[in-house]
């Protein structure tokens, strides 16, 4: 299976909307097929999601992906979601309410669905040029509960750090998806749904997370956590410092800003493309960059 990448502007990553797990991730591979069309893709598109696709990036049987993307189809028209925008003409923030899509079908016999996503969507999830965060859907395709998969994305947007600030407690509810009043006591809310989300993301995706609750007197405000990167295996490799020319620093520099599997891991929060590239300027003048990041200035077409 192809490394698929999840790309959203921030302010979705940040909107608040409640998905059952189905619905997030039949989202999420509309919005990888949107990605990989991105040029071409507009309000009018009409975007197909296919069963088998969904058995094979979720490792469900034929029954479980026919039936889920059938609910899904059905409940999606209704579900909205909200996010924070600016007024262009006062500059001041606004809270943006929007439907995920405008038109969605079902093809029962072949397990298709068919969306178009609402016109709010659509610039929120190709073509972006700043505040934005990636990651690969593989990380997320084992999380049975939809609270860990927004948890998750909640937590790599701050990945060039490694740590979130600290979440107020209604809006991190919000953001989560939780109706006022659910799961409102204290304890209920850890075992249900934070305890769950973390076990999940720290057992089955590529962090280890964990919190610190922050409280205003004797009741906790708020929420803030920590993760790391699981090591991954590495080849061992003896490859020789080498000295880019300007011009390949410069054709370089392009190219890694622009791809997201890199720059997902290496921009800072809040970085855009263009900034990132006058970085790698800079840091690819210096041999033992170069060397560091031999691996996907390969995968790039350097020659080493």
């Known amino acids: 299976m192809k490394n698929e990448l999840v790309v959203k502007d921030n302010a979705l990553i940040n909107a608040s909307y409640n998905l059952d797990t189905t619905e997030q991730r039949l989202i999420l591979l509309a919005i990888v097929q949107a990605r990989e069309l991105s040029k071409h893709v507009d309000a009018n598109s009409t975007l ?60 029962d016999s072949a397990g298709i669905v068919e969306l178009t996503f609402a016109p709010d969507v659509i610039p929120l999830i190709t073509q972006l040029e700043k505040s934005f965060t990636a990651y690969e859907l593989k990380q997320i395709s084992s999380l049975t509960s939809k609270y860990a998969i927004r948890l998750y994305e909640l937590l790599i947007q701050w990945r060039s750090v490694g740590k979130t600030p600290m979440f107020e407690l209604d809006d991190f509810r919000f953001k989560l998806g939780l109706a006022e009043g659910e799961y409102a006591k204290m304890a209920n809310f850890k075992a249900r749904v934070l305890d769950t989300a973390l076990n999940q993301i720290n057992e089955l995706t590529d962090i280890v997370a964990s919190y610190d609750q922050h409280k205003n007197g004797r009741l906790i405000s708020g929420f803030s956590f920590t993760f790391i990167t699981k090591q991954q295996p590495k080849e061992v490799t003896h490859t020789k410092a080498k000295k880019l020319t300007d011009k390949q620093i410069q054709f370089f520099a392009n190219k890694l800003a622009h791809y997201d599997p890199f720059a997902s891991q290496k921009a800072a929060v809040g970085e855009s493309y263009a900034d990132l590239e006058k970085r790698l300027l800079i840091e690819l003048q210096d041999a033992e960059v170069v060397r560091k990041y031999a691996g996907v200035l390969k995968e790039l077409g350097l020659e080493l």
């Open 48 to 107: 197909e999601v296919h069963a088998h696709h969904y058995m094979k990036q979720f490792n469900v049987d034929k029954h479980a992906a026919y039936e889920g993307l059938k609910n899904a189809a059905s409940n999606l028209f209704e579900r909205k979601f909200s996010y924070k925008g600016i007024h262009e003409g006062t500059q001041q923030e606004k809270i943006v309410k929007s439907r995920w899509v405008s038109k969605i079908a079902y093809v």
